[in-house]
């Protein structure tokens, strides 16, 4: 998928957040967003993910030559960002089988999920996860659905570096089969990146 941000800006009462971003994510590039905290990074994220209005500018989706409308843009897109929080009274099994109506995953069922996580937690509650856990279960989801625009917001901030090895060989198996956009500070993060801008 193609995104364009044409003149894009967002302002929170009097205070622009955001002002004049112009940029074109190639499709299936990875694209790293850097910039000072508070500078807009995870704002611009949840723009493109259609989670968030934007005050003026626009936002083109194209999807093999064919415009995709805005308002349905959450339909070909995967999040995974630290505002969006699992359901923590699930265990794993019980929220891969909540979300299997409404995604499609490259995943075979629950004994590969269990086994790519590589955390014996498939019978406790998610509540009862550390962060990182939490933040692994979440971006193995996001990366395993087959949407074409996966959204990373600070993908690595709560992983150890084993569990950051883990999402970088996770993350590479997606490189060429979909745009990914990263925001983050952290330059592990943007290994794979083919470009990255600053707001």
């Known amino acids: 998928m193609r995104v364009i941000l044409n003149n894009l800006a967002k302002r ?21 967003i850097t910039g000072h905290n508070g500078s807009g990074k995870s704002t611009l994220l949840k723009m493109i993910s259609g989670y968030l209005p934007y005050t003026k500018g626009n936002i083109q989706y194209i999807l093999q030559q064919e ?3 805005p308002s349905a843009i959450y339909k070909y897109t995967s999040v ?3 505002y969006i929080e699992l359901d923590e009274e699930f265990t794993i099994q019980e929220l891969y089988n909540s979300m299997l109506p409404y995604c499609s995953f490259d995943i075979s069922g629950i004994d ?7 955390i014996d937690v498939h019978k406790k509650r998610i ?5 990182g ?5 979440a971006l193995y989801f996001a990366i395993k659905q087959n949407r074409p625009l ?3 917001d600070e993908p690595s ?3 150890d570096d084993t569990n950051k090895t883990w999402f970088k060989d996770l993350l590479r198996t997606q490189l060429g089969k979909k745009t990914i956009i990263i925001a983050s500070n952290d330059p592990f993060d943007f290994e794979f990146c083919d470009k990255k801008f600053t707001i």
């Open 12 to 32: 929170y009462s009097r205070q622009w957040i955001l002002k004049d971003v112009n940029f074109s994510f190639a499709s299936a590039s990875c694209i790293g």
């Open 67 to 69: 415009d995709i409308n």
């Open 112 to 118: 590969e999920v269990k086994s790519a996580i590589q």
């Open 150 to 152: 996966l959204l990373l």
């Open 127 to 131: 509540a009862s996860f550390s962060s």
């Open 157 to 159: 901030s709560y992983l």
């Open 80 to 82: 995974s960002a630290p």
């Open 133 to 137: 856990m939490k933040q692994k279960v």
